[in-house]
């Protein structure tokens, strides 16, 4: 059983850039979830996603923004990319939204975004 | 953003040692996770908790959801050079928000 796929696993980006990652989750997962991690601040949610629907945001600026599409699949987009936003972006995926804590999530092994 | 308070922060121990780990907030969370993490890769999850003083074990970890359903503790038996890596709390918020707020992460680190 495949698991979580982000795309790509390394990115470097200039300096008011913009930034687009994918995030493919396991066969029959229906919610993603995006998070950002750094050594400073851990892990911070950023958003959850559900049916096509944003259904959680976490507290990040306009510039990160997602989607997701009807097969699941997600995406994030960060836009005027600034050097703080080098980080391991992480996608979780569950089943169903509401219903993480009965499985908890499956992480993906992320993109490592560098912002130069 | 909002964090668990996780210590400690790092650990250097023996192979064959036993380690201990916890994870406290003044908030009441309904579910504990417990993830682990290796370089490079996304956490991986070793135990999930749903009932206040629950104790579940996973082959050498053994994890307890507090009474007061404000911390929860992570023990590994017997540690071995491959239980390096970061071993990060989650709790759920039983909020409209419903998402988990993760630990700042215990890295371990074993000596053989």
């Known amino acids: 059983k495949a698991g979580v796929t982000q795309t790509p696993r390394y990115l470097i980006k200039t300096r008011g850039q913009q930034v687009t990652l994918s995030c493919s989750p396991i066969s029959g997962h229906r919610s993603v979830s995006w998070y950002q991690q750094t050594p400073g601040q851990g892990l911070q949610f950023l958003f959850e996603y559900f049916s096509e629907t944003q259904r959680n945001k976490g507290n990040f600026p306009g510039r990160f923004s997602g989607r997701q599409f009807s097969n699941s699949r997600s995406e994030m987009n960060v836009s005027t990319l600034e050097l703080g936003d080098s980080a391991l972006y992480l996608c979780a995926s569950s089943r169903n939204f509401l219903r993480e804590w009965v499985d908890g999530y499956t992480f993906g092994s992320g993109t490592r975004l560098t912002v130069v | ?112």
């Open chain 2, 1 to 112: 953003g909002q964090q668990l308070n996780q210590s400690p922060q790092s650990m250097f121990i023996q192979e064959g040692e036993d380690v201990s780990m916890n994870c406290t907030s003044s908030s009441i969370f309904n579910t504990w996770l417990w993830y682990k993490q290796d370089p490079g890769e996304g956490p991986v999850l070793l135990i999930a908790l749903y009932k206040a003083g629950e104790l579940t074990s996973n082959g050498r970890l053994t994890a307890q959801f507090g009474i007061t359903r404000k911390d929860s503790f992570l023990n590994i038996s017997a540690s071995i050079p491959s239980d390096v890596g970061i071993y990060f709390c989650a709790g759920h918020v039983a909020s409209g928000t419903y998402k988990y707020i993760f630990g700042t992460g215990t890295r371990l680190k074993v000596l053989a």
